[in-house]
């Protein structure tokens, strides 16, 4: 189909193994705490999924609609769609995201929940893509994988929805 072909980034197996070390820097770092994780839909539900039965703290976890993506190229205005369940003040927060490319999403996210006054908010995204960065100062509390400047899919993430289900982190060559 139009030329379009994968190029296997990041294994299940490297994944799996950077995910539960991530956890386990989770787990330590909010010891005796319990945790509010806020999932960035729709990237984000593959890594969640697998962060949560690894981290051995009291969590609870809600989801947060963000879309700024038309294809590959960011539209650069963020629109919001919270779904939570439960109240954001006073929790201990982290935000949960597949990638963080401009930072625009990211900066209104925090934007955004910084105003319903969290105990703390942090943001562990699993790949991190900082050559692109138009919001300065952006600076991840827990990264997965910092990449080159490509365009990625698989494990949850997508090209207009598709290849969300691939278990390997590709690379989208077109
Ligand atoms: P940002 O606002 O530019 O940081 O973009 C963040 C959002 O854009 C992510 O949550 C993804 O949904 C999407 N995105 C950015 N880069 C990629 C990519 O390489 N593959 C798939 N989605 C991406
Ligand atoms: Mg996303």
Request: hydrophobic share 40%; proline share 3%.
């Amino acid at each position: 189909m139009n030329g379009e072909h994968l190029e296997v980034l990041l294994t299940r197996e490297q994944i799996s193994e950077r995910v539960k070390e991530l956890a386990e820097s989770i787990s330590q770092n909010y010891e005796g705490k319990e945790l509010l994780l806020i999932c960035v839909l729709k990237g984000a539900v593959v890594f969640l999924a697998d962060l949560i039965r690894n981290l051995r703290i009291p969590t609870q976890v809600d989801f947060i609609g963000a879309s700024s993506y038309a294809g590959e190229t960011s539209r650069g205005e963020v629109n919001l769609a919270p779904l939570f369940s439960s109240s954001v003040h006073d929790k201990e927060v982290l935000i949960v995201e597949d990638i963080i490319d401009s930072g625009l999403t990211y900066r209104a996210l925090t934007n955004y929940l910084a105003r319903l006054e969290p105990a703390n908010l942090r943001l562990c995204t699993l790949l991190n893509k900082p050559s692109q960065r138009r919001a300065e100062l952006i600076k991840p509390d827990y990264v997965g994988f910092t990449i080159p400047d490509k365009f990625v899919v698989g494990y949850g993430l997508d090209y207009n929805e598709r290849y969300r289900e691939l278990q390997d982190i590709c690379v989208l060559v077109t």
